[in-house]
């Protein structure tokens, strides 16, 4: 039905910045709140950064400063900018939405497969 599809990953020195990017596809009536989770290999996955669809924003404490997290309703995207990097910002990076419309009916939590983010020292 809808999926969602990460870009803009890679490899960049501490210091220097990255913007992830999150496309949605398929046909959607309404989309709600969105946002930005990691993983680095052995660890749990945790938030990085929400959005709702009023645009209201929350980001974890480590990253509060550094990351920027933005939303197109009218393209049904949702970006990330990543400043400041940190070898412990080293991660797949998935995108999250806990609710979309669609003709069918809704979806709750879609995750994308994910973007790797690699931060060297």
């Known amino acids: 039905q809808v999926q969602l599809v990460e870009s803009g990953g890679g490899l960049v020195q501490a210091g220097g910045s990255l913007s992830l990017s999150c496309a949605t596809s398929?046909?959607?009536?309404?989309?709600?709140?969105m946002g930005w989770y990691r993983q680095a290999p052995g660890q749990q996955r945790e938030l990085v950064a929400t959005i709702t669809s009023g645009h209201s924003t929350h980001y974890a404490d480590d990253v509060k400063g550094r990351f920027t997290i933005s939303r197109d309703n009218a393209k049904n995207t949702v970006d990330l900018q990543m400043d400041s990097l940190k070898p412990d910002d080293t991660a797949v990076y998935y995108c999250?939405?806990?609710?979309?419309?669609?003709?069918?009916?809704?979806?709750?939590?879609?995750w994308g497969q994910g973007t790797q983010v690699t931060v060297s020292s």
């Open positions: 398929g046909r959607i009536f309404t989309i709600g709140a």
């Open positions: 999250h939405v806990d609710r979309i419309t669609t003709p069918r009916g809704p979806l709750y939590d879609t």
